[in-house]
């Protein structure tokens, strides 16, 4: 029997739920919300399971308790007048001397309400805690454990966690059916976010990974990192584009959406050089006609010898006009692409602009009246060089718009970290979608971290693999 | 006869167990909830013990008190509970 948590996003990750009775640790640190979600999984249990629940605070005072909680419309004092909801304020050393008392105030607590649930917040203090044969307080923690085992409680056990204590696994873990950890995150520098992840949970299985959470007017909302892919989106199956790579497609919902603009941030060690061949590689097969910006390291010899790898024929392809190429360096290209190169340098920001407006536009509308889809990628840090911030920021909203009204799909290179906060918080919002990738130890992560459908991902290995296209995600 | 700090001092202890009607605690655990010497407590919860306000369960140091709803109120809050209009 699987037990609610009270959290939607919570029960999936737990394949529907703690099970019945379990003794769970929900660990993390200051402010990370651990008496909120203890409390809406009580509260979520009194009204929507109709199972009653004790909450235990050591530290607080109850009535702080019934304020704070009022900020999710929880009204805590009604369920105590209904019997269906105690918030105890109790010193830890009489809760556990009661505890083991026959007929002690939690058996009496437990009866009183016909108690399915509870919280402790929180177990820290414990530790310090003598027990009754004068040794430390780690055999109290198995004797709680013990006791609302016996009564079929299912529990959660408030660990407070600081960042420095994180040497070894701490003994709560073993003891424990599940452990769940709350952790707040500078993410990539730039963005703070909340993460949860199940790192244990007995007779369950669990959706591995950190999800990210919010804590919302109505309490905590999780959002699944992974998601099943088969589940959404079919309907428009047909307005998805592959990337290339299949597993990167399976967290897309079957592929970037058609009209969309990705980012894909990296940072200077991430490699991108086979995420971005094999995006390309894939559109070029699938029959688009593909305009891309070449930057100071991409020459055209450097991306010729990226598609040998993945045997396409730019050369052939530039001469049949497939393959269109913005140039602001002054480059030699191989005869015959005359048609199909443009020479950018030197142009006035405002020139540009109107050469991308007349040019591009008219070249991109042509072809959609012959039924041909556009693709363009771009790397933004060239734009930034050669153009300037205010530049970018002016006209990327705009290129936006463009591509969606002509469904032209766009893959477009940035390094967010180098750009500054400000702009990149701007261009991720004004993007469609963005991967990133990065590098941290000896491995290399790729994760969605937006999509048009809601669909985030979990961070991926990138794994190096032999044979197209050349890279895996685990 | 009775002093005004204790009565501000019993006022306090009131309205600790008043706003938080689930708060099981010894005289050491007050000591540090109410920021008070354990010495100026222990008549003050002894005089609420014998007014009925306070229950006190237990001896010694595990000694522990808790309110006592007054029997009227919880009386009213129920029959209200089941008329509701
Ligand atoms: N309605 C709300 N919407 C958004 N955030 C809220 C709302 N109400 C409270 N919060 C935030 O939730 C955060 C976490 O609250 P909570 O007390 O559950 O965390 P905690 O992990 O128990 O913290 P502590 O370690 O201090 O006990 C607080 O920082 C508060 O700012
Ligand atoms: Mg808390």
């Known amino acids: ?474 | 006869m009775v002093k005004r700090e204790h009565l501000s001092l019993e006022m306090e202890c009131l309205t600790l167990f008043q706003s938080n009607p689930y708060l099981f605690e010894t005289i050491q655990g007050l000591e540090k909830r109410l920021g008070r010497k354990m010495s100026d407590l222990e008549p003050i919860l002894e005089s609420l013990t014998a007014q009925g306000i306070l229950q006190r369960t237990g001896e010694g140091a595990m000694a522990y008190f808790r309110y006592k709803e007054p029997a009227v109120i919880a009386e009213f809050s129920f029959t209200s509970e089941l008329e509701p209009l």
């Open chain 1, 1 to 474: 029997m699987k037990v609610s948590t009270g959290i939607r996003g919570l029960d999936k990750v737990l394949d529907g739920g703690i099970p019945q009775g379990s003794a769970i640790v929900l660990e993390g640190a200051p402010g990370t919300g651990k008496t909120t979600l203890g409390m809406q999984f009580l509260y979520k249990g009194i009204v929507d399971h109709n199972e009653p629940g004790i909450f235990f605070t050591f530290e607080e005072f109850p009535d702080q308790i019934y304020e704070d909680m009022e900020s999710y419309g929880w009204d805590l004092k009604d369920l105590e007048r209904k019997n269906r909801l105690r918030v105890i304020g109790i010193s830890p050393d009489i809760f556990l001397d009661q505890m083991t008392s026959k007929d002690g105030l939690f058996e009496q607590l437990v009866r009183e309400i016909d108690c399915r649930r509870i919280v402790i917040d929180s177990i820290s203090l414990f530790e310090y805690l003598p027990d009754k044969t004068g040794e430390n307080g780690r055999s109290l923690l198995y004797t709680l454990r013990n006791i609302v085992r016996k009564f079929g409680l299912t529990s959660l056990f408030i660990q407070e966690l600081s960042s420095l204590d994180r040497r070894k696994i701490p003994f709560e873990h073993f003891i424990a059916d599940g452990v769940i950890r709350l952790s707040l995150k500078e993410h990539m520098n730039i963005f703070r976010k909340r993460t949860l992840e199940v790192t244990k949970m007995r007779g369950t299985k669990i959706n591995e990974g950190e999800h990210i959470y919010q804590i919302t007017d109505k309490g905590i909302y999780l959002l699944l990192a992974s998601q099943i892919v088969t589940d959404k989106y079919i309907s428009d199956q047909n307005e998805k584009i592959k990337t290339g790579i299949p597993e990167l497609d399976n967290l897309l919902g079957g592929g970037m959406a058609k009209g969309a603009v990705y980012m894909l941030d990296t940072n200077s060690k991430a490699n991108y050089r086979h995420i971005v061949g094999a995006i390309y590689a894939e559109r070029v097969k699938a029959g688009n006609r593909i305009l891309s910006l070449l930057s100071s390291t991409q020459t055209v010899t450097e991306l010729k010898a990226l598609m040998d790898l993945y045997g396409i024929d730019i050369d052939q392809l530039a001469r049949e006009k497939r393959l269109y190429f913005i140039e602001h360096y002054n480059r030699p290209f191989p005869a015959g692409w005359e048609g199909s190169v443009f020479h950018v340098q030197g142009m006035e920001n405002k020139d540009y602009d109107r050469f991308l407006w007349e040019k591009c536009k008219g070249l991109v509308k042509e072809c959609k009246e012959n039924h041909k889809d556009w693709f363009a990628y771009y790397d933004l840090s060239t734009i930034f060089n050669e153009r300037g911030a205010e530049y970018v920021l002016r006209s990327f909203a705009k290129e936006t718009a463009f591509a969606r009204s002509f469904g032209m799909t766009v893959l477009v290179l940035c390094n967010f970290k180098e750009v500054g906060e400000q702009a990149a918080s701007f261009l991720e919002r004004t993007s469609n979608g963005v991967f990133k990738t990065w590098v941290d130890g000896s491995y290399q992560y790729l994760q969605v971290t937006k999509s048009p459908d809601g669909q985030i991902s979990k961070p991926y290995l990138l794994e190096s693999i032999g044979q197209k296209p050349y890279i895996r995600l685990v």
